[in-house]
T-cell receptor
């Protein structure tokens, strides 16, 4: 089945130690998104790629960066994780269009020690 | 984006219909109404969307008020697997495909 895959499902890192979260998709969608979801809160969009065009949300901290080397893969890099960055990170994909369905992966839960 | 208001939580019994309300009094004429749900420990999943007319699919029905200031997601027969947070989201026509999630409604389904 076509899907959005996130690895690992759980990631533990140390305060200030860079960490990379991975997302891959077999849907061949042009658009890929990264959301952050803190405990008991709704998901919040960090940024998205339209093909190779990167679109950052205005309030996304500089500590968060992303790479999309090809259509299938997208990475979330947290340069210096703080305790406040502990959250579920969700990757999603969609076709191009304003009303297109977004397909989410299962998420990676990040713990910062 | 226009704002939506949903009850924090609702309860239902299994096999009974569930009506999840959403208020969006500041909706604009080109805003579509989307519903997503998030099951425990999973990413959100699409449920249904519409503009003006009522919509049906295999998961649910969407009833949209005539003035479009409110809508209701209808689960015809709730099961335990429908226990989730349901998000009502407005998306403008044009301006990208971003989802701005509100607080959602936590649906509890009991035997």
């Amino acid at each position: 089945d076509a899907m959005v895959i996130q690895n690992p499902r759980y990631q533990v890192t140390q305060f200030g130690k860079p960490v990379t979260l991975s997302c891959s998709q077999t849907l061949n969608h042009n658009v890929m998104y990264w959301y952050q979801q803190k405990s008991s809160q709704a998901p919040k969009l960090l940024f998205h790629y339209y093909d190779k065009d990167f679109n950052n949300e205005a309030d996304t901290p500089d500590n968060f960066q992303s790479r999309r080397p090809n259509t299938s893969f997208c990475f979330l890099d947290i340069r210096s994780p703080g305790l406040g960055d502990a959250a579920m990170y969700l990757c999603a994909t969609s076709r191009v269009g304003t009303q297109e369905t977004q397909y989410f992966g299962p998420g990676t839960r990040l713990l910062v020690l | 984006d226009a704002k939506t208001t949903q009850p924090n939580s609702m309860e239902s019994n299994e096999e009974e219909p569930v009506h999840l309300p959403c208020n969006h009094s500041t909706i604009s004429g080109t805003d579509y109404i989307h519903w997503y749900r998030q099951l425990p420990s999973q990413g959100p999943e699409y449920v249904i969307h519409g503009l003006t007319s009522n919509v049906n699919n295999r998961m649910a029905s969407l009833a949209i008020a005539e003035d479009r200031k409110s809508s209701t997601l209808i689960l015809h027969r709730a099961t335990l697997r429908d226990a989730a947070v349901y998000y009502c989201i407005l998306k403008a026509s044009g301006g990208g495909n971003k989802l701005t999630f509100g607080t959602g409604t936590q649906l509890k389904v009991e035997l």
